[in-house]
């Protein structure tokens, strides 16, 4: 068995390797928005919210309706930064330690030039740990360049991430004022990027600014006009960022019709996490309350679509369940890795219209490390398409009951039993949490990372 593994993998690399020769590398887009759920998006029902954008992307490319996020957007980053669950690398939040490798790493060392653009969020500004104030930690984590918001610098209400944004680029903090716009300017970036090097295969990663709080005006709301009323806040500008995140896509995609790399650009959209709990949106007429931070379905079921012209031909929609330690090790085997780094399961075949097993369930092992408002729901879970079952023995159907009203502990049926156990088994294999998990790092382990 485990011989006839062995060939079904070499012919699998075989194939990708011919499919993506040295001079036929493709481009690679990984957009990932922040805090926007699945029910944000039109094609995915949205009655609030009109992205003609990534609706569009839906009928020329694949529709992602099962793809799960981390709650909470530091534990997502980090494990599709790096490929691996949080059991086996997450620190502390805001903080990607230094000794850990990303996908820049792996792009960079396979001939790509690379380039983040967007939030940072990620040297531990909060508890000053380790080279907290060191701006070249992007490039030490595989980027040639970068344009971020929050690198070494400490959310600043004077200067935010919208109007009159602190950005860094490359070594240096750009000056601004209340007619700039941080999504603009990181996105221009990319933009340049991708004219310098379309000659060349390149790797964007773009974890947006928007469309996390402060809601705020955007360029495009009416309000904008009055440079005075440009940082005022309300959900009622949420509409307006989620229609600026989609034009912003639209801006990204020009650029590569302009210079005719499009068809050999793998573009990957995806939001990091659910919406915001102050956000309720309208889903097929159903109201949805966004539940960021919170492990029940509206926390991190996430939107995500995928381009790549030259091998999708025909539009479709996929249900399979997809982690986010998946797209390290898709992009592992893009670039023909035979020793994989990645825990995750690989969906280039879904991409390529080769075969693909998909898994039957999806573990997460979540302790966001943050405030007392998200580490109340520190868990670790494991999920198919329609159960979940937690450690802490709770079992739910989530197709029925989204907002776990109900754990489900008698007289379960025949399929109820058999999930379950399935379930079980799968967490049999992720580490309990550890007790008193931030009292832990907050004292014992601080000075380690200082």
């Not at 230094?98 to 969020?121: A, C, H, M, P």
Request: with cysteine; proline share 4%.
């Amino acid at each position: 068995m485990k011989f006839k593994i062995l060939i079904i993998s070499l012919f699998v690399l075989f194939i990708v390797q011919v499919v993506f020769s040295q001079n036929n590398k493709p481009n690679v887009i990984l957009i990932m928005a922040d805090d926007i759920g699945y029910e944000c998006i039109g094609v995915n029902g949205s009655d609030s919210y009109l992205t003609p954008i990534l609706d569009s992307l839906s009928t020329k490319g694949i529709r992602f309706t099962n793809t799960f996020s981390q709650p909470l957007c530091t534990p997502s980053r980090v494990k599709i930064m790096t490929g691996k669950p949080n059991h086996e690398n997450y620190e502390y939040f805001s903080y990607l330690g230094t000794d850990k490798r990303t996908f820049g790493n792996l792009f960079k060392e396979n001939g790509y030039k690379t380039s983040i653009v967007g939030k940072w969020q990620l040297n531990g500004l909060k508890y000053k740990l380790k080279d907290h104030n060191k701006m070249s930690r992007p490039n030490d984590f595989g980027f040639d360049e970068y344009s971020l918001w929050q690198l070494s610098f400490p959310r600043d209400k004077k200067k935010e991430r919208f109007a009159n944004p602190k950005i860094e680029q490359n070594g240096k903090i750009l000056k601004t004022d209340f007619s700039d716009y941080g999504p603009d300017i990181v996105s221009d970036y990319a933009i340049g990027f991708i004219e310098r090097n379309k000659n060349d295969p390149f790797f964007i990663y773009y974890p947006m600014i928007l469309v996390h709080d402060p809601f705020s005006p955007t360029p495009d709301s009416k309000i904008w006009k009055d440079e005075s009323k440009r940082t005022i806040e309300g959900t009622k500008y949420f509409g307006d960022m989620i229609s600026y995140m989609d034009k912003i896509i639209g801006k990204i995609i020009n650029e590569l019709k302009k210079h005719s790399i499009l068809e050999n650009t793998l573009l990957i959209f995806v939001g990091d996490n659910g919406s915001h709990p102050r956000i309720v949106s309208v889903q097929n007429g159903k109201k949805i309350k966004g539940a960021k931070g919170n492990t029940i379905k509206h926390g991190n079921h996430v939107p995500m679509f995928v381009n790549w012209d030259s091998k999708i031909k025909e539009s479709f929609i996929v249900s399979s369940l997809i982690g986010f330690e998946d797209f390290y090790s898709t992009f592992e085997d893009i670039l023909g890795i035979r020793e994989k780094e990645s825990s995750g399961k690989s969906f280039l075949n879904l991409l390529i219209g080769e075969e693909y097993k998909e898994r039957k369930a999806l573990t997460s092992y979540y302790d966001p490390r943050w405030s007392s408002n998200v580490d109340k729901f520190r868990s670790v879970y494991s999920q198919t398409k329609e159960f979940k079952l937690y450690k802490n023995g709770n079992f739910f159907n989530t197709l029925k009951d989204p907002l776990e009203l109900n754990s489900i502990s008698k007289n379960l049926t025949k399929i109820e039993s058999r999930v379950k156990k399935l379930l079980q088994k799968e967490l049999n294999k992720v580490p309990n949490l550890e007790a008193n998990s931030k009292e832990k790092w907050g004292k014992d382990r601080l000075k380690n990372f200082q």
